[in-house]
């Protein structure tokens, strides 16, 4: 592989210097800039005015930009929604700014990406030229291989800006969608036709980061209170504006829970169940997700007065309150959920499309790690620990959905598989939830019948 470059100034992962993390106005403004230029930077995707995006930020204000990245990556590490969508976005500008950028800004940036000895450019895939040649049965050059490739003239290329080869197991989209050919563990392919593949990897990297800072976060108290103080100004003033929950008229209607809450998680949808474990390891969720896991727990059945004493009991940050000043100040928010506050509306629990877009979603935002570690406890609780070939043939099928990113049909197959594989689409949780206690329920009546 070649040295390593300079990467281009407004690559998120360049080396920026940042001085002491303090909660400040310019710490906010820095976030407000940062997070105002992605919004706008998002709304013309596709169009013809990214060159005047560009002209908002001239050169020399792109370490302000990148500082207020990191601002923000800190405060995305105790709000999974607002990681969702700073991925996201980021993901969404990086690779216009790559597609636009000249060869040795994309060179800089992939090898960065890639682990070393993972990544083949233009002058280390011609030493393969007389394989490939013999592979393909071509003629005496490379650019008869270009030409095979592209299916057009080489005279309209630039042949040292397209071609990349990537190790195959770095490439795990490229391969599951037949993108590419592959040669000796290598998959060959054009950069144009790898970026999405890219882009995947981006948006890896940064989850990744993400993660670090979230595990030093809970260890580190003084910065915990410098991210949840820069979230809820984000929160108030700026995130709901762009991703607010809404309000939806879906419900669902005879479910009946026995016992305590913690006695139905098996029950709960995979987002709902992730929660309920973080609330009673931590003790804190972000704004969305308190609001997430307050309705379904409403429409679960639980009364007012019950979840006041849930999130008091649960709450890391009632520590050393009473009940009555919880009450005063917190219990507002409980209370507004099931309308007896504010503009009284009876809020009923989001679909899972709002969810995925702007609460907690379990295949959309934990990482593949998480999720097939996940999913492999659930299924060993079902069917042991040995588990049949056929069920990891089936799970291998939920992980694919999974990263091709058809979440709701990767929750439809998880609970398929917990309840004998009936045929079901999930596009609630609280479809989810009925499903699974309905299926209970036949059993029980099943096992009861089969003693008498």
Same mark, same amino acid.
């Given at each position: 592989m070649g040295e390593r470059l300079i990467s281009p100034s407004w690559y998120i992962f360049r080396q920026v210097e940042l001085n002491k993390v303090n909660v400040d106005d310019e710490g906010y403004r820095l976030i407000v800039a940062r997070i105002n230029f992605l919004s706008f930077s998002q709304s013309k995707l596709g169009s013809n005015q990214n060159s005047f995006t560009e002209r908002l930020i001239e050169e020399d204000t792109f370490n302000e930009q990148l500082k207020?990245?990191?601002? *923000?990556?800190?405060?995305?590490?105790?709000?999974?929604? +607002?990681?969702?969508?700073?991925?996201?976005? $980021?993901?969404?500008?990086?690779?216009?700014?790559?597609?636009?950028?000249? !060869?040795?800004?994309?060179? %800089?940036?992939?090898?960065?990406?890639?682990p070393k000895n993972s990544l083949l450019l233009f002058d280390e895939i011609q030493e393969m030229i007389p394989e490939i040649i013999d592979k393909f049965?071509?003629?005496?050059s490379f650019d008869s291989y270009l030409r095979y490739k592209l299916k057009r003239s080489i005279k309209r290329i630039n042949p040292k800006e397209i071609i990349l080869a990537i190790k195959f197991s770095e490439a795990p989209y490229l391969? #599951?969608?037949? &993108?590419?050919?592959?040669?000796?563990? =290598?998959?060959? @392919?054009?950069?144009?036709? %790898?970026? #999405?593949?890219i882009k995947k990897r981006f948006e890896r990297k940064l989850r990744e980061k993400i993660d670090q800072l979230s595990a030093r976060v809970e260890k580190d108290r003084h910065l915990k209170n410098i991210a949840?103080?820069?979230?809820?100004? /984000?929160?108030?003033? @700026? !995130?709901?504006?762009?991703? &607010?929950?809404?309000?939806?008229?879906?419900?669902?209607?005879?479910?009946?829970? $026995?016992? $305590?809450?913690?006695?139905? *998680?098996?029950?709960?949808?995979?987002?709902? #169940?992730?929660?309920?474990?973080?609330?009673?390891?931590?003790?804190?969720?972000?704004?969305?997700?308190?609001?997430? *896991?307050? *309705?379904?727990?409403?429409?679960?059945?639980?009364?007012?007065?019950?979840? +006041?004493?849930? =999130?008091?009991?649960k709450a890391v940050d009632n520590l050393g309150i009473s009940f009555e000043e919880f009450n005063k100040k917190a219990g507002y928010i409980i209370r507004h959920i099931y309308g007896l506050e504010g503009g009284h509306i009876d809020y009923q629990m989001?679909?899972?499309?709002? /969810?995925?877009?702007k609460m907690y979603c379990r295949f959309r935002h934990a990482s593949i790690e998480t999720n097939q570690e996940l999913l492999e406890a659930a299924y060993k609780k079902k069917f042991g620990d040995q588990?049949?070939?056929?069920?990891?043939?089936?799970?291998? &099928? /939920?992980?694919?959905?999974?990263?091709?990113?058809?979440?709701?049909?990767?929750?439809?197959?998880?609970? #398929?598989?917990?309840?004998? !594989?009936?045929?079901?689409? /999930?596009?609630?949780?609280?479809?989810?939830? &009925?499903v699974f206690t309905d299926f209970e329920k036949k059993n029980e009546t099943t096992e009861s019948k089969s003693e008498n």
């Open positions: 207020g990245h990191l601002l *923000l990556r800190i405060t995305a590490s105790v709000d999974l929604r +607002l990681k969702s969508w700073l991925i996201e976005t $980021e993901g969404d500008y990086f690779i216009e700014k790559l597609k636009a950028s000249d !060869f040795e800004e994309q060179k %800089a940036v992939l090898y960065d990406l890639y049965g071509l003629q005496d391969l #599951s969608n037949r &993108k590419g050919d592959m040669y000796k563990g =290598w998959v060959l @392919i054009n950069l144009e036709r %790898a970026m #999405s593949s949840i103080q820069y979230y809820e100004f /984000i929160q108030q003033d @700026i !995130f709901d504006k762009l991703i &607010k929950p809404t309000r939806e008229s879906f419900n669902i209607s005879g479910i009946e829970l $026995e016992g $305590e809450i913690e006695d139905n *998680l098996d029950k709960f949808p995979p987002c709902i #169940s992730d929660l309920m474990m973080r609330v009673n390891q931590t003790g804190y969720l972000g704004h969305s997700e308190r609001f997430q *896991l307050g *309705l379904f727990l409403k429409h679960a059945g639980m009364p007012v007065d019950e979840q +006041l004493q849930f =999130w008091y009991s989001p679909s899972c499309k709002t /969810i995925q877009d588990l049949p070939e056929k069920i990891l043939q089936f799970m291998n &099928k /939920i992980m694919q959905q999974t990263i091709d990113g058809y979440y709701s049909t990767a929750c439809s197959m998880y609970l #398929s598989g917990l309840i004998n !594989f009936q045929r079901i689409r /999930i596009n609630h949780p609280l479809i989810y939830l &009925k």
